[in-house]
């Protein structure tokens, strides 16, 4: 990670066309992951987040943790970009 403030966060990961509105999740070391923000802007070497919880509670949500299987995959990263 390159920033964090209290909005969001710039990450050094190279953005591509259509990112913008997508998932960012914070992977954990055992692999799950949790989702914390909505992909708003990137380039060549980084990618810019903000996070999504200020808009959740503005809004009165919450984000469905509901398992979809008895034990939750881990996140991974594939590349390939």
């Known amino acids: 990670m390159s920033y964090v403030d209290d909005t969001g966060v710039v990450f050094d990961v190279k953005a591509a066309g259509g990112d913008s509105g997508g998932p960012v999740y914070y992977r954990h070391a055992d692999g799950t992951a949790t989702a914390v923000g ?17 808009w959740l509670a503005q809004w009165g949500l919450t984000l469905d943790k509901t398992r979809t299987s008895p034990m939750p995959l881990p996140a991974r990263y594939h590349g390939g970009r």
């Open 38 to 54: 909505i992909a708003i802007r990137g380039d060549e070497t980084t990618t810019v987040a903000e996070f999504v919880g200020p």
